[in-house]
């Protein structure tokens, strides 16, 4: 019988990928943990292994094709003793049965959508009866859908229960979510019954964006070309939009002298032992400031362990650890590799670990438990002469601190003037978790720690 192999979900939010590569050819024999494919996801590119043993009867999905939905068939192979040309000609009709299906999909929606209105005039024919029931919409079964559609529907007030699924197996995806809030066809379960007699508040008006077409036409044609969304861009947007209208940002800011840790620095440095190495000797070390930011940051937040916290609606998520994501820029987008229970690490550890993770992640090959996560972020453009900025909470984090540039400016000591080397630092936290007594005090044993740095080594 001949085995399918889909598209897997290589994180908890995937809902398509790149197929970039194939790295095996028709007629080619697998094992289980071969690795058969490079999927390319909006943060990284990554293995895919095969979980049977068989022959490579046909790939379905070309090399390069992009927006593959998880789930979808990419490859058939055959089993053994099986006849690879049978086993691609019996499997062949899934891949343009599931296209045609993907097609029909938005058709389907906009003619039960047509349909509602009259639904409780006449009774709905019994062949339209098993799409429902596919969905585990009727009768009180279970609904299938993403954690992601989830969220979103929850968000939106939507049921998605009433939502029509057209993922596999008729899984209500987020594409499904955004079409009923759109056109407004699911009913969102009502939060509380208004007294009898009582008059219907007026909804206020949803805001839409301005489509494709309207932007377009507010420029001279040929003026400008356009670059299509990649999935990191498409994440990206969707997260930032997501994070600003989700959480309740409150902005915290402080300036910390620098001039104490910029001297332990170079101690440390000029102490780094040597190594050989292919280019000759090299320092087994090089801390950079961003180093010491990261560690005092997770040391903070041990120091005022209710501020290493994360909202959810039913309870407080305490963290053990302090797990700093590093905001790293990449071609195309950003990404936020994790330095794992930071506090308990040297300078040095932390140092290298960081270099691996932000070479890995310019070259797309972190694996997904490396950047996701983690219990608060830092994200640094000192190196750009950028003197203070506010940055955007990535969830599920409820604090991210955004670092500015160490400048030499003028400070009042002892009723004195006198130049300092200062670093403005603005700590964004998710106000339902982090509020302003308590931010403020994450970022004093910040700066404690930024201005003492010998406490950072003990």
């Known amino acids: 019988m001949p085995i399918n192999i889909t598209m897997p979900a290589l994180s908890p939010t995937m809902e398509e990928g790149n197929l970039s590569k194939w790295l095996v050819k028709e007629g080619d024999k697998v094992s289980p943990g071969d690795v058969i494919a490079e999927i390319e996801t909006d943060k990284a590119t990554m293995e895919v292994e095969a979980v049977d043993e068989g022959t490579v009867a046909k790939l379905v999905v070309p090399a390069g094709t992009e927006g593959v939905k998880v789930n979808a068939l990419i490859a058939i192979l055959a089993g053994e003793g099986e006849d690879a040309g049978a086993a691609a000609k019996g499997g062949s009709g899934a891949a343009p049965k599931a296209e045609a299906a993907k097609a029909d999909a938005p058709k389907a929606e906009a003619a039960k959508e047509a349909a509602k209105p009259s639904a409780s005039a006449a009774p709905a024919p019994a062949k339209t009866e098993p799409a429902p029931a596919a969905s585990g919409h009727a009768g009180g079964e279970r609904v299938f859908a993403s954690p992601l ?243 955007v909470i990535n969830p599920p984090h409820a604090t991210i601190l955004a670092v500015g540039a160490g400048e030499e400016r003028a400070v009042v000591k002892n009723g004195e003037i006198k130049i300092a080397t200062v670093m403005s630092v603005t700590l964004s936290t998710d106000h339902r978790a982090v509020d302003g007594a308590l931010g403020a005090e994450l970022l004093v044993a910040f700066k404690r720690l930024i201005e003492n740095p010998m406490g950072m080594l003990v």
């Open 149 to 391: 559609a989830r969220r979103i529907a929850k968000d939106a007030g939507v049921d998605v229960s009433a939502v029509t699924g057209t993922g596999p197996h008729g899984r209500v995806v987020k594409a499904d979510v955004d079409a009923a809030i759109a056109g407004g066809g699911a009913k969102a379960a009502p939060a509380a019954k208004a007294p009898a007699g009582a008059p219907a508040a007026a909804s206020a008006p949803a805001v839409k964006a301005m489509s494709d077409d309207q932007v377009l036409k507010l420029f001279e044609a040929g003026s400008y070309e356009l670059v299509p969304h990649d999935n990191m861009r498409k994440t990206i947007a969707r997260r930032l939009v997501e994070a600003k209208s989700t959480i309740p940002h409150f902005y915290l800011t402080l300036d910390c002298e620098l001039d104490a840790l910029l001297a332990l620095r170079s101690q440390l440095n000029a102490a780094a032992p040597m190594k050989k190495t292919d280019k000759g000797d090299a320092p087994v070390y090089k801390l950079s400031v961003n180093d010491m930011v990261i560690k005092a940051m997770a040391m903070a937040l041990k120091a005022v362990p209710d501020a290493n916290a994360s909202w959810t609606e039913s309870a407080m998520v305490k963290h053990r650890h302090a797990d700093v994501g590093v905001a790293v820029s990449i071609p195309g987008g950003l990404i936020t590799p994790i330095v794992r229970k930071a506090d308990e690490k040297t300078l040095s550890t932390i140092s290298n670990e960081m270099k691996d993770l932000a070479s890995r992640a310019r070259s797309r090959k972190l694996k997904p438990e490396e950047y996701q996560g983690g219990t608060t972020a830092v994200s640094n453009l000192g190196m750009f002469g950028i003197k203070d900025f506010a940055a």
